[in-house]
């Protein structure tokens, strides 16, 4: 006998006054009911019902014992809720991959964001320039600079990895108004050193700029090169030259004054980032909300030209990296 089934029906026959309109409620015939109750009593020992040919009514012990069988049911009932939840509610340890600076500007705000509305979720975050392979490193997400190779992994664009040019007050105090890129030529720049399995190695040491009139080049007098993007900052807020700087990187240096951005009315290059995942996994209650909430803070958003323009960049544009 299904105890719990037996429970509800003896319920559903006190609650309603007949075994007729219990079966209504339940689905089952009138003598299925009966046989219920009766099972029930055979079990427990004693009567739940005094029985008439006109009436019902239950007797002191049936009394006592719908009162427990409310709450049984209530508990049952919030347990499989409990039960439910666990499997539709974020739980268990996430594994991110990002590049370096990207990862540290962008990605770990949005983590501890998402970790504080998610409190059952855990975060491995491993930021590197190397392409991991999301399957036999068993990641949940990368989050990649760069147009993905083609593959059977699902990938959801983010907003441009966007850059600004700027230098320190101390530098441009030394210099003459900037007002036009191929006033660059005769500045200091610093260059990033993409390694050289990146296919944005800078081969030579050129800038390139975006106008109404069409694209800039400038070729630059390399004074300092660096392979970390927090190096060339600390460079550039030394004094050492013009850098050109991821915009999440340098944004506190530019409120702050401490770096000015410059040509503002050129657009800078940029990259395209993208979030991969494997299509399998997206159903998976954690994965689902944290790319959910990843687009909703870093998807792909319209941007206006500046110092942070939207324009793709390419090899050799000179832009910092990601490291």
């Not at 540290?104 to 998402?114: D, E, F, G, I």
């Not at 399957?135 to 990649?144: L, S, V």
């Not at 050129?206 to 900052?233: D, I, Y």
Request: charged letters at 20%; aromatic letters at 8%.
């Amino acid at each position: 006998m299904n105890v719990f089934q037996a429970m509800t029906t003896f319920m559903a026959v006190v609650e309603t006054g007949s075994m007729t309109a219990a079966g209504e409620r339940c689905g089952i015939s009138p003598t299925m009911v009966g046989n219920y109750v009766r099972l029930l009593e055979e079990r427990l020992g004693t009567s739940l019902l005094r029985r008439t040919t006109r009436r019902q009514s239950l007797t002191a012990f049936g009394a006592v014992y719908f009162e427990k069988c409310q709450s049984i049911l209530k508990l049952l009932d919030e347990t499989e809720h409990l039960a439910q939840a666990a499997q539709t509610l974020p739980s268990g340890t996430l594994r991110v991959t990002a590049p370096v600076t990207y990862g540290t500007q962008s990605v770990t705000p949005c983590l501890a964001r998402y970790l504080a509305e998610n409190p059952s979720v855990d975060v491995d975050l491993v930021l590197t320039e190397r392409s991991v392979d999301l399957t036999h490193e068993k990641f949940d997400i990368a989050i990649r600079l760069g147009v993905p190779e083609p593959s059977s992994l699902m990938c959801r664009r983010l907003t441009d990895y966007r850059m600004t040019l700027c230098a320190s007050p101390e530098y441009l105090d030394r210099r003459e108004e900037l007002l036009v890129p191929q006033q660059l030529a005769t500045h200091d720049a610093l260059a990033f050193a993409y390694t050289s399995s990146s296919p944005w190695h800078w081969a030579r040491h050129e800038w390139h700029f975006e106008s109404p009139k069409g694209r800039v080049t400038v070729e630059m007098r390399r004074r300092g090169l660096f392979n970390s993007t927090q190096a060339m900052r600390r460079a550039a807020l030394g004094g050492l030259g013009i850098a050109m700087l991821p915009t999440d990187l340098v944004q506190d240096d530019l409120k702050a004054g401490t770096l000015q951005a410059l040509l503002p009315d050129y657009t800078l290059p940029s990259r395209p980032i993208y979030l991969l995942y494997h299509k399998e996994r997206y159903s998976a209650p954690t994965l689902h909300s944290f790319i959910r909430f990843i687009m909703r803070n870093l998807g792909d958003r319209p941007t206006g030209s500046g110092h942070g323009g939207s324009g793709q960049g390419g090899a050799g544009s000179g832009g910092a990296g990601a490291s």
